[in-house]
DNA sequence: CCCATATAGTTCAGGACACATACTAATTCT
DNA sequence: AGAATTAGTATGTGTCCTGAACTATATGGG
């Protein structure tokens, strides 16, 4: 049953809630370094000193506070216990892409641990022998992170597809010619202790919140992620979560149409983005058909022939970016967004396509999303297992007295 | 400060708060016919059925809820006492538009009563002279409520234009030839004695919600409507709320782009839909020209060289319904939609509109937007009324806490 | 007609938790 | 050294949910 608001809030509010409210709250006014005292987010948060106090005890319990001692000294009265995050727990970040497999473990300070890529091929490879290569993988990380004196919470895997993260099912991924493939059974077994368990996320929003977490979202807010692999994916960030939307794949970009009269898409559609601002759009476009039978390969010699000043390359990219320009306005106007984040091949190529995008988003709505709302993602590679790791951890830090006995 | 979810939440949980929320969770639970019982209350919620009498007793001393008298009578047990939303309260419902006035009294049945248009030239003219007037209307349809023993809540008044809601300033009313008008001490004096004022909001946004609550909207949950009125306005309806976006400007299709070779538009950018679906557009691509000065005249003349079969006429209105289905497959992929609602003008136009929509959804997005899944608003002008209406009965639905002493 | 059974709703003791107030602790200013 | 100031703790009170016992009102069988 819903309530008339349309939220599932049909549990019961109980007396025990309020705890569990506060519980995060406080925990919510403890940062990696913020040195709180006790006094401090009695202040911040409304609560009594009193309350403050129990909840910090219990925060203390689970492991994810911890007291830095006696702090400020040079001002008058009795100097409070500054309190921070722990850097002890860590989440398992993972990612399965067609060409590698990447894990490593993220703290609760931000750092990434135990980084390992291992190349594979896994098009067209059966989950089970890829999850078992995956499996072997963050073992090792997850083993060298207990060694360090680290406490597994949780993990998440990301994926190139329509995941159903309930069900912990991948529900397609074409790129690794995957269809409804099951995952949750070896989700568990990547991290079999881990209190908050592995949860499965599509790679585009990972990235998305990666970039909120750890990029240049942190600056905007709200934005409007793009991720440009062999399809174009994204994943929209708004008052500091993903969004994503009714059906639960809001921020898919890439079959925005940009172009009425152009290309059928292989959604079906027609003058889609992906058509003109894919890999294998930009690369047609660049007549780039050699330089090594893989895309990432291809890439790397469009790359080449840009630096040397190649008129065709240059205009494909050029192409591209304008209506990467349509797409993002069309997409800021529907959901009143006013910065982009791109990545994956977009911020590889952002010194050629950057120009073109600001004049497409210039000429096509001025003033909606100013140069300096145009970030290109830093992060590479790294960006999905470390959206996926964030995940996990904040899910613990929503949740501590799952912590508790 | 925000805790790190990015919710507003830093207010601490009270104990109170508890109350609070079961108060609007046992109120969510009793519709206007449904004669739910204390007991089924207790079953659908989890509250036991101590809680549930305590929490129901109050609900009757806020008047929003009438017991009904003994039910269902044939079964064996002590019978229930019925529960149902009381008819007497009710809320203001108020549109301010171009060329009219209209208020109206919404009940929680979803009643309209006394409803009053008064035709007013009100493009141009001063907001306190405009606020006079509609003052006048609102206390009639307030006095009328009282003497048929009814309680006013509250009210909503909707413009055609960018509302700041929380100021109760009009930031701009093109239409109007407003701008940065504040109407909030108007507003007060709408319904003086409701104890949940009187809100403003766009005319849009208020007829996309009234779709939501009284028209077709119920049967989507999630939605697009697309009001077609002389500029293209939009409101997107998700998880039973109206989703405002980080600017609070989401839904703005009437400027997506749809035609990238396009014709500037005022907004500065070019090919926006407004500029092939506004009724400034579709009327010159029609070659209607005269049939009077006003927009509106205008369009019914439109309607007229339609029926007649004129050939200009329907390419040009066919012209709008394949750009309009342009922008809303843009929209449905970036926020993940299945549903449109139509209103304005595009309502007006159905006949003629939905066979090139359709077809424009169909190629550009297969498979995305059903066919049922693109609905006609049968409110007609009620539409914004009712859902500025709605939307203070819903406020008060939401805290009926605040009506207790 | 009376009693068993079933269901609706109320009363009351118990527990969780935030709050207010008063207290102790630790530091700086004079 | 003592006053002033700020941090953190201890204790009693009020709110409100829970669970169990209780009252109220219906049906159905003997």
Redesign the interface.
Known sequence: ???????L???????G???R??L??V???IGPDTRATRADIAA????TKA?VSSLVSELLETGLVEELGVTRAGERGRPGVGLALSSRPVALGAELNVDYLAVGAVDLHGNLHFHEVAEAPNRGRAPREVLGELSGLAARCASAAMDAGMTLLGGGLAVPGLVDPARGVVLAAPNLEWRDASLSPALGELAPEAPFGVALSNEADSAALAELWYGHGSAF??YLYVSGEVGVGGG?V????L???????????G??????GGRRCS?????CLETVAGQEAILAAAGITDGGSTTAARMAALQAALEAGDAQAITAVERAGHYLG??V???A??????AVVLGGHFAALSGWIRPALLSSLD?????VIAQEAVAFSELGTTAALRGAAGAAL?RA??APYALLA
């Open positions: 049953m819903r309530d008339r608001d349309g939220g809030t049909m549990a019961p509010g109980r007396v809630d309020v705890r409210r506060n995060a709250l925990l919510g006014c911040a948060t409304g609560l309350s807010g709200a929209l708004m008052g500091s979560k969004f994503a939307g009714p059906g639960g794949h809001a921020g898919e970009v079959h925005v149409v940009v172009e009425p959604c079906g559609g027609r003058g349509i797409a306005v069309s997409a106007r529907v959901v009143d967004l006013s000429g096509f709505a001025p003033g904040r830090l929503a």
